[in-house]
C-alpha cells in the first residue's frame, strides 16, 4: 500500500529548526512552514497549521528544543535562564487544553532536564533532540503496534465510518484510527471509508479523504449530517475515531460531533471504536467532567473560505471537543490491545501495564 509522500513533521538538525506540513493549505497545496522558535511553534499549533493530538505531542517535544536553541543564541545566561526556559515550556504546553499529549510530551523533556542537574544550555540542546527523536520514533511504533490490533476488528469487505482526521497528519506517521485501517488494508482485507466532512474546518473533507486517497484506500465524503441516515441504512458497519484525551472511566474527548457519532451508532447497533496510544489516557482526570474543552474563534463557523456565511453581528459556539461518555464506546484499540467493557477493570488493566 502507498501511503504517499506525506511528512507532517520534518526536524531538520543541522539548520536548527521544525519543518511542519501546514496542513492548512491542504488538499490544494503541499507547503511547509519552517520554525525556528518557541513562538513559531505555538502560531503553528494555535492557528492548526499542525493538529491532531499525537502531532502537537511530538512538535512540543521539538519545540522544547527550539527553546534550548533560541536561549543559546539569544546569549541569555547567568542564574535566571532556567526561568525564562521554564516560561517558554510552559507557554507551549498551555497552548491547546485539550489534547493532554502536548503538555506530556513537555513534561517528559522537563523530566530529562531533571535527570540531569547543572547541564548547561549547550548539552541540553544535544540530549533534547536526542529525546524529541525517541518521541517521534516511538509515535510511529506506536502507531504501528495500535494499527495491527484494530485490524483484527475489521472484516474483509467492511465500510467504516470516521470523524475528523487520525490518520498520517495527525501523527508523525502511519496514524491511529486511520492506522487501523492501513493495517487492515495491509493485511489483504478490502476496506472502504466514509468520512465525515467534520465542520467547521473540514479535516474529514480536507485531510482524511485526502491521506486516504493517497494511500489507495477507496473513501467517500458524507455531511456531517447525513450520518444518521448512512447508519439507518446499514451503509457502514464499523464507525472508528481517533481522540484527543480520555480520562480513567473511559469518557473521550474528541473533535466536536464525535459524541453524536456515537449516540447513533449505538441506536443503529453499529460498533463504536475509539484507536489511541496509552499517551492518551490521563488517568489523573477521573471522568468526563474534569476535561477542558477547547473554544475556538467563533470566525471559524461564521466563515467559510474566507467568505462570511453568517449575517454579520451573530455570533457563534465553536467548541472544538465534545465528550463521548465512555457508555457508548465498543472498546478502545492501544498499542497493547483493545479494551473492552466494563472500563472499571479493563482500564485498570490498561493503567498497569503504563505504570501509572
Not at 11 to 21: C, D, N, Y
Request: proline share 6%; with cysteine.
Amino acid at each position: 500500500m502507498n501511503q504517499g509522500r506525506l511528512c507532517p513533521i520534518i526536524p531538520e538538525p543541522a539548520e536548527r529548526r521544525l519543518r511542519l506540513l501546514d496542513q492548512r493549505l491542504l488538499p490544494e497545496r503541499e507547503e511547509y512552514l519552517c520554525c525556528r522558535s518557541v513562538d513559531g511553534l505555538i502560531l503553528a499549533i494555535r492557528d492548526m497549521a499542525v493538529r491532531g493530538a499525537p502531532a502537537i505531542g511530538v512538535s512540543a517535544a521539538w519545540g522544547c528544543w527550539l527553546a534550548a536553541l533560541e536561549l543559546e543564541e539569544r546569549g541569555v545566561v547567568g542564574p535566571g535562564w532556567p526561568a525564562w526556559l521554564n516560561a517558554q515550556l510552559e507557554k507551549l504546553a498551555a497552548v491547546r487544553p485539550t489534547a493532554v499529549n502536548l503538555r506530556r510530551a513537555v513534561e517528559r523533556m522537563r523530566e530529562v532536564w531533571r535527570r540531569a542537574p547543572g547541564l548547561e544550555p549547550p548539552g541540553l540542546i544535544v540530549v533534547w533532540e536526542a529525546e524529541a527523536w525517541a518521541i517521534q520514533e516511538e509515535d510511529i511504533s506506536v502507531n504501528r503496534r495500535l494499527g495491527g490490533h484494530g485490524a483484527a476488528l475489521l472484516d474483509d469487505g467492511d465500510t467504516v465510518l470516521t470523524h475528523c482526521n487520525a490518520g498520517i497528519l495527525a501523527t508523525s506517521g502511519f496514524g491511529t484510527a486511520l492506522g487501523v485501517i492501513y493495517a487492515a488494508v495491509e493485511a489483504g482485507k478490502k476496506i472502504r471509508v466514509i468520512a465525515d466532512e467534520t465542520r467547521p474546518l473540514l479535516q474529514g473533507a480536507r485531510l482524511s479523504a485526502y491521506e486516504l486517497k493517497a494511500a489507495g484506500v477507496e473513501v467517500r465524503l458524507a455531511c456531517d449530517n447525513a450520518c444518521a441516515l448512512l447508519l439507518s441504512r446499514g451503509l457502514a458497519r464499523k464507525a472508528l475515531v481517533g481522540a484527543d484525551r480520555i480520562a480513567a472511566n473511559g469518557d473521550t474527548a474528541n473533535k466536536i460531533g464525535t459524541y453524536g457519532v456515537a449516540l447513533l451508532a449505538r441506536r443503529f447497533r453499529v460498533p463504536f471504536y475509539v484507536a489511541a496510544p496509552s499517551s492518551t489516557f490521563d488517568f489523573h482526570c477521573p471522568d468526563g467532567t474534569g476535561i477542558p474543552l477547547e473554544e475556538r474563534p467563533e470566525q471559524e463557523v461564521t466563515f467559510l473560505g474566507g467568505g462570511r456565511i453568517a449575517p454579520e453581528g451573530v455570533s457563534a459556539y465553536n467548541f472544538a471537543f465534545d465528550v463521548t461518555p465512555a457508555g457508548l464506546i465498543s472498546g478502545f484499540i492501544t498499542e497493547y490491545g483493545v479494551f473492552r467493557p466494563p472500563y472499571s477493570r479493563s482500564l485498570r488493566r490498561l493503567r498497569r501495564k503504563i505504570g501509572v
